[in-house]
């Protein structure tokens, strides 16, 4: 039987119901959540995540305002920036979008971020945070991942997954996130890498298998077992003269052959990607919502 098609979009808009609904209770009590956003150059894929980002938040009720910086700004400025985003009481979360210029240190621009109001879970104080299990703002792919696979009915726990991808952003966090003895994780879990040798051998093990390594259409339909829940994270332009834009987006999996095989797959555009904007819309609910008594 073809894979259940996870609809992102369908659960993200769920969410964004419900951020609504805590976005006017903050404002019933005088307060406005904020997001500030600092964009630096004009990378298209960074102009068109930042673009969604200020799209949800203006659909929720959160007040946002992007600061766009020239592509050659001097890494002075944007810390320049970061600081005045932490000290300026209208924004409750703050991000730098990320790939910055080669000459920026992005670990210097994150961990400038003031902890309470990093809304993307980067900061230093809160990657530990998660890991050790407290209370934290949770990296945004991470935490979208978790309730998409809780809201469509493929709770992670007691479940073997098995996460390709060891970035900071996604592979790594996911691996604390779901590894947690909590509700919602509980779940035995794998990393594969470029080091692992032989990959196949443990995506064959999954129960949940999760693409992360930013690679089209690498895992293929006999990498994956038959009933197995498949969460595709990549995000990848490949190019198609016969698309408006010259491109289209493909992600990591095999979508057309997986779906033939496991019980659920997520589609790309239209997975993942609405749940990542998505939390960071709950991240900053949420800091708004500990600044109030
Ligand atoms: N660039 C790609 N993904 C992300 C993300 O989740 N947060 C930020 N700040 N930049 C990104």
Not at 155 to 181: D, F, T, W, Y
Not at 238 to 245: E, F, L, Q, R
Request: proline fraction near 7%; glycine fraction near 10%.
């Amino acid at each position: 039987m073809p894979a259940k098609i996870i609809s992102g979009k369908e659960v993200a808009g769920a969410i964004r119901e419900e951020l609504k609904l805590r976005a006017q209770k903050l404002k019933d009590r005088g307060l406005v959540a904020g997001l500030g956003v600092i964009l630096v150059g004009e990378d298209p894929a960074s102009v068109s995540y930042v673009t969604a980002k200020a799209k949800a938040a203006e659909e929720i009720g959160i007040f946002e305002e992007t600061v766009r910086l020239p592509g050659d700004a001097a890494e002075e400025e944007i810390l320049k920036n970061v600081a005045g985003l932490n000290q300026d009481k209208r924004f409750h979360g703050v991000l730098v979008q990320l790939p910055l210029p080669k000459w920026v240190n992005p670990d210097k621009v994150i961990n400038f971020i003031s902890p309470e109001k990093d809304v993307d879970g980067f900061h230093p104080v809160n990657v530990g945070k998660l890991l050790r299990g407290e209370p934290c703002p949770l990296p945004c792919t991470p935490y979208g991942i978790q309730q998409m696979l809780v809201r469509s009915g493929f709770s992670p726990e007691g479940q073997h997954v098995v996460i390709c991808g060891r970035s900071n952003i996604v592979g790594k966090p996911l691996a604390a996130l779901l590894m947690q003895k909590k509700p919602g994780a509980n779940a035995t879990v794998t990393i594969c890498h470029t080091g692992t040798k032989d990959i196949k051998k443990y995506t064959l093990q999954a129960d949940i298998l999760i693409a992360a390594m930013g690679a089209p259409k690498t895992i293929i339909a006999d990498m994956v077992r038959e009933g197995c829940v498949v969460i595709d994270v990549g995000v990848n332009r490949v190019p198609d003269s016969s698309a408006a834009k010259g491109f289209r987006l493909v992600g990591d999996c095999d979508f057309e052959a997986i779906k033939e095989k496991a019980a659920a797959i997520t589609p790309v555009p239209g997975g993942v990607g609405p749940m990542t904007v998505t939390m960071l819309m709950m991240n900053t609910i949420e800091a708004a919502e500990r600044t109030l008594p």
